[in-house]
C-alpha cells in the first residue's frame, strides 16, 4: 500500500506563493515520477507539473512555467510544489500522484495509480 499526504494549500491573495508538499509512505523505493495535478468546482482534473526518479527531468503545463517549480527528495519520498505569482485562476483543489513506473505520458491521470487526498489553493483577486 502507498499513502500520499499532501499539505501546504491555502488562501492567499494574487501574486503570492504557496508551497505545496507531499509525502509518499509506505514503500522503501523512490517513484519513478511524482506529479501534481489540480481540479477546479466543474473542471476535469489537470496536470500541473511532474518530475522523474532522479529530480532532473521535470516538465510543467504551459500556464504555470516560470511561476512554478517542482522538487523532490528521494531521502524523504517527498515531492514539492513551490508556486510563485499566484493568479486567481489557479484556485483549485491540487492533487499529488505517484507510480512506480514510467510511462512517457507524465501529462495523463492514467499514468498516476496513487492518489493523494488533495488541499484546497485559493487565490483571491
Known amino acids: 500500500q502507498v499513502q500520499l499526504v499532501e499539505s501546504g494549500g491555502g488562501l492567499v491573495q494574487a501574486g503570492g506563493s504557496l508551497r505545496l508538499s507531499c509525502a509518499a509512505s509506505g514503500r522503501t523505493f523512490s517513484m519513478a515520477i511524482m506529479g501534481w495535478f489540480r481540479q477546479a468546482p466543474g473542471e476535469e482534473r489537470e496536470f500541473v507539473a511532474a518530475?522523474?526518479?532522479?529530480?532532473?527531468?521535470?516538465y510543467y503545463v504551459d500556464s504555470v512555467k516560470g511561476r512554478f517549480t517542482i522538487s523532490r527528495d528521494n531521502a524523504k519520498n517527498t515531492v514539492y510544489l513551490q508556486m510563485n505569482s499566484l493568479k486567481p485562476e489557479d484556485t483549485a483543489a491540487y492533487y499529488c500522484a505517484a507510480s512506480i513506473s514510467y510511462s512517457g505520458r507524465y501529462y495523463s491521470t492514467e499514468s498516476y495509480p496513487y492518489w493523494g487526498q488533495g488541499t484546497q489553493v485559493t487565490v483571491s483577486s
Open positions: 518530475v522523474r526518479g532522479s529530480g532532473i527531468s521535470t
